[in-house]
């Protein structure tokens, strides 16, 4: 069955560094989604992606935010300098059509020290 | 805006015990969906179910039913002889049908179940 796979599972960063993150969609899915859970907290929209612009972003998402489909199958985030704040469960999700059911990855534990 | 709210944020069971975990929506659409997503110890996201606001029939899938209720902006979720492997947060969501389809959480509901 297909999926949606993220990788690093972990990443540990220092304050002030850039990190990517990155998933593979499933691979006929179109449009795509990145969410951050902070520990404890509930799933926080980020940003969804379609046609190769951001279609519909959260206030979260501010300009220490990107997103990137750098080729056909890969799907990023970017987060230029990272903050204490920063340090979170990031998903990555993707659905065929907006109107299905979005599948989220295994997530990237990110944290920032 | 539209917003879930899971009132329980803790529930303990005994195994085989069933249990019903609360979920309320608001939204100012008239049409959406509601979800329902499993996050085992393990940490990924797992879907269970969507409904779309047109079907309000009750549906069953093994263990699991859930009770959609429109009049009372309710999407409740049943596990029936609960195992220690239900164990997880449970997450109820809701998206509008319009624009791209960003999916609200509520907070999760950790259940616990106890052998």
């Known amino acids: 069955e297909p999926e949606v796979t993220q990788t690093p599972s972990h990443q540990v960063t220092q304050m002030g560094q850039e990190v990517i993150l990155r998933c593979v969609p499933i691979s006929n899915h179109l449009y795509f989604y990145w969410y951050r859970q902070i520990l404890g907290q509930k799933v926080e929209f980020l940003v969804s992606f379609y046609n190769n612009e951001i279609s519909e972003k959260s206030e979260i998402f501010d300009d220490q935010f990107s997103v990137e489909r750098p080729d056909g199958s890969n799907f990023t985030l970017k987060i230029r300098s990272t903050k204490l704040e920063d340090s979170a469960m990031y998903f990555c999700?993707?659905?065929?059509?907006?109107?299905?059911?979005?599948?989220f990855g295994p997530g990237t534990r990110l944290l920032v020290l | 805006a539209q917003k879930v709210t899971q009132a329980q944020t803790e529930i303990s069971v005994v195994e085989k015990e069933d249990v019903t975990l609360d979920c309320v929506y608001e939204t100012r659409d008239t049409t959406y969906y509601l979800f329902w997503y499993k996050q085992p110890p393990s940490g990924e996201l797992v879907f269970l179910i969507r409904r779309n606001s047109f079907d309000e029939q009750n549906e069953i899938s093994g263990r699991y039913s859930w009770n959609f209720q429109k009049s009372t902006s309710s999407f409740n979720f049943t596990i029936t002889a609960s195992q220690v492997v239900d164990s997880a947060v449970y997450f109820c969501a809701l998206s509008e049908l319009g624009g791209y389809q960003k999916v609200t959480f509520g907070i999760g509901t950790k259940l616990q179940v106890i052998p």
């Open positions: 999700a993707s659905s065929g059509d907006r109107q299905e059911t979005q599948y």
